[in-house]
């Protein structure tokens, strides 16, 4: 089976940076990807790793390592509409068509 | 472009209901999916289509059946609902093959069920 693990919650400051870590246990997959959701909206893509090593998106970034088992979100200068909860998921082999699985996700509080 | 469009946004249903939650896509994709979130919970996959005239069960495809319709539209059906199935529903499409493997999601309906 597969099943990513994710910190429930994280408080940061505005301004601040805050890393989101996620780590899996997982059979094999194409990529690692990242999703943001705003209470309760429709999920956002933002970032997907195919590969290992850091893809950087403005002032978001994220990163995997498939050795370790783990990848994390990294957000910069951080801003009040950026709390939301943020979920990882992984892209498995689904035959005709990629599977998402998703983790529970972690929410982010922004405090001024 | 609208994207991904779901109806209803609400609904209460009672227990043994029936009810069909519509889907519909205007971005040319090949792929559809329906998921589930609970409370606290990431998503869950529940059916998909690769392509038109096909679909595949997810993680939790037992109560549910599903009808691609045409390549716009995938549609989700209740045959007798049960509070279990209590949840948000999502809807989502990409582009298939697909590098990036983004997903695009509606708004989600929120049921019901007493």
């Known amino acids: 089976g597969q099943s990513l693990e994710q910190p429930s919650e994280v408080t940061a400051v505005e301004g601040a940076i805050v890393q989101i870590n996620c780590t899996y246990q997982?059979?094999?997959?194409?990529?690692l990807s990242w999703y943001q959701q705003h209470d309760g909206g429709a999920p956002t893509f933002l970032s997907y790793?195919?590969?290992?090593g850091l893809e950087e998106t403005g002032r978001f970034s994220s990163f995997l390592s498939r050795s370790d088992s783990y990848g994390y979100l990294l957000l910069q200068e951080l801003q009040m509409k950026d709390s939301a909860s943020y979920f990882c998921a992984v892209t498995g082999y689904g035959g005709a068509t990629n599977k998402l699985i998703f983790g529970t996700g972690t929410l982010l509080a922004v405090q001024p | 472009n609208a994207g991904v469009t779901q109806t209803p946004k609400f609904q209460v249903l009672k227990t043994g209901q029936s009810m069909t939650l519509q889907c519909a896509q205007d971005m040319n994709h090949n792929s559809m999916y329906w998921y589930r979130q609970d409370p606290g919970m990431g998503l869950r996959l529940i059916y998909y289509?690769?392509?038109?005239?096909?679909?595949d069960k997810g993680e939790v495809p037992n109560g549910y059946n599903v009808s691609r319709l045409n390549k716009r539209e995938f549609s989700l059906r209740l045959e007798s609902a049960a509070p279990s199935q209590t949840s948000v529903y999502f809807c989502?499409?990409?582009?298939?093959?697909?590098?990036?493997?983004?997903?695009?999601f509606g708004p989600g309906t929120r049921l019901t069920v007493l």
């Open positions: 989502a499409s990409s582009e298939e093959p697909a590098d990036s493997d983004t997903q695009y």
């Open positions: 790793n195919a590969l290992d």
């Open positions: 289509s690769a392509s038109e005239g096909t679909t």
């Open positions: 997982t059979s094999g997959f194409y990529g």
